[in-house]
């Protein structure tokens, strides 16, 4: 079946400016992932939904930092005022259960702040 | 707070077992390890978990010590595909916060 996936692929954006990046996870699971991987660096985990709400916020860096669920499936993470840190790949993963089952991971999203 | 200690980088020849340590003492009791890995520009890809046990499926084994601070994968028959970055994993207690740490890159040289 589909696995995860995320859109862009890449994104090239300049700083100050708004960005939205895209996850669908996997049908019917109801955990929800993201994380961001800096160069050289494992992943770094940013936020937790399960279903519609955010269970764990604790890993956003700051109030840029922003993320939806709306329908407890697709999410967006949203960066407002980018800043040349946050060039990362941001990676989504979803798994079927909270917290303690496999987590697939979709091939992530390079962004580029210029 | 939750950490893993990794290798930085590891060689293995084809067909050999390969054996990746990595430290977790700081484990609580309830958490399981996990260990994913992950092949360049792609997202990371879940090989094994455990909690107490050792653990064998199609993939890997993964010894556990008894104290659980320390865990083992073993890669019984390294081959070329199996190059890539090793992460092991544990989550922070109460939370959903995984932590990845650095990771072992794998090389399988023929």
């Known amino acids: 079946g589909a696995g995860v996936s995320q859109t862009p692929s890449n994104k090239v954006t300049e700083k100050g400016k708004y960005v939205e990046l895209r996850c669908d996870p996997i049908?019917?699971?109801?955990?929800l992932y993201w994380y961001r991987q800096s160069l050289g660096q494992g992943p770094e985990f940013l936020i937790y939904f399960q279903g519609t709400g955010a269970a764990d916020d604790s890993g956003l860096p700051n109030d840029r930092f922003f993320a939806v669920r709306p329908e407890g499936s697709v999410s967006t993470l949203k960066i407002q005022r980018t800043e040349r840190g946050d060039s990362a790949v941001y990676l989504c993963?979803?798994?079927?259960?909270?917290?303690?089952?496999?987590?697939?991971f979709g091939p992530g999203t390079r962004l580029t702040v210029l | 707070d939750a950490k893993t200690t990794q290798p930085t980088s590891m060689d293995c020849a084809e067909g050999r077992a390969a054996n990746l340590p990595c430290n977790h003492s700081?484990?609580?009791?309830?958490?399981?390890v996990y260990w994913y890995r992950q092949i360049h520009s792609q997202g990371p890809q879940y090989i094994i978990h455990g909690l107490k046990n050792n653990e064998t499926n199609e993939m890997a084994s993964l010894i556990i010590t008894e104290d659980r601070k320390s865990s083992t994968l073993i890669l019984p028959h390294a081959t070329l595909r199996d190059t890539a970055v090793y992460y092991c994993?544990?989550?922070?207690?109460?939370?959903?916060?995984?932590?990845f740490g650095t990771g072992t890159r794998l090389k399988v040289l023929a």
């Open positions: 994993i544990v989550r922070v207690s109460g939370t959903y916060k995984y932590i």
């Open positions: 700081t484990i609580s009791g309830n958490e399981y």
């Open positions: 993963a979803s798994s079927s259960d909270r917290g303690a089952d496999t987590q697939y």
């Open positions: 049908s019917g699971h109801t955990a």
